[in-house]
T-cell receptor
Framework: AQTVTQSQPEMSVQEAETVTLSCTYD???????LFWYKQPPSRQMILVIR??????QNATENRFSVNFQKAAKSFSLKISDSQLGDAAMYFC???????????FGQGTTLQVKP | DTAVSQTPKYLVTQMGNDKSIKCEQNLGHDTMYWYKQDSKKFLKIMFSYNNKELIINETVPNRFSPKSPDKAHLNLHINSLELGDSAVYFC??????????FGPGTRLTVT
């Protein structure tokens, strides 16, 4: 069975600083995808970034980037120049290539201090 | 236009009742999903339909029955509601390996 683990229940960062959220996963699939989703207090789920496991290059979306270590099954999210609007719960998720279902980690609540 | 919509957004009901949550997507994706987010915010897949066919059923009690009348709609019917069913239920639509678009969620409270 696939599992995703986020070991940091809460993190905080000063506005304009950089923070890294950790995620490890376990899968026997050869074809899979990894995602970070953000859930602000509005509870809307918003995609932050997506990584294809067969690509070695780390995905980047503006201030958000990942450090994908396939052998270590690690997929951390780096947020640069943190903004107050980044405060939310962040979920790491893996998805096998055939069904598309998302398997989520426990989530990390990010607080951004002004 | 809303990509994935759910009705209702809030649902308060008593134990033993039967209720339905409706979901509609206008994105044209073939696959739709139901997820449950419990009180600890843990999100778990419940069901997935691809073009009206059930493809994932993740050990969900038989009291939960999804129905997909067409590929734009995926409804969730729950019989004999229990206190433990209280949660936020999310509908999503997407293509395998790509972004899933989530609805706004339905907060179900069973009293």
């Amino acid at each position: 069975a696939q599992t995703v683990t986020q070991s940091q229940p809460e993190m905080s960062v000063q506005e304009a600083e950089t923070v890294t959220l950790s995620c490890t996963y376990d899968t026997s699939e050869s074809d899979y995808y990894l995602f970070w989703y953000k859930q602000p207090p509005s509870r809307q789920m918003i995609l932050v970034i997506r990584q294809e496991a067969y690509k070695q290059q780390n995905a980047t979306e503006n201030r958000f980037s990942v450090n994908f270590q396939k052998a270590a099954k690690s997929f951390s999210l780096k947020i640069s120049d943190s903004q107050l609007g980044d405060a939310a719960m962040y979920f790491c998720a893996s998805s096998p290539g055939n069904t598309g279902k998302l398997i989520f980690g426990q989530g990390t609540t990010l607080q951004v201090k002004p | 236009d809303t990509a994935v919509s759910q009705t209702p957004k809030y649902l308060v009901t008593q134990m033993g009742n039967d209720k339905s949550i409706k979901c509609e997507q206008n994105l044209g994706h073939d696959t739709m999903y139901w997820y449950k987010q419990d009180s600890k915010k843990f999100l778990k897949i419940m069901f997935s339909y691809n073009n009206k066919e059930l493809i994932i059923n993740e050990t969900v009690p038989n009291r939960f029955s999804p129905k997909s009348p067409d590929k734009a709609h995926l409804n969730l019917h729950i019989n004999s509601l229990e206190l433990g069913d209280s949660a936020v239920y999310f509908c999503a639509a997407g293509t395998s390996g790509y972004e899933q678009y989530f609805g706004p969620g339905t907060r179900l409270t069973v009293t």
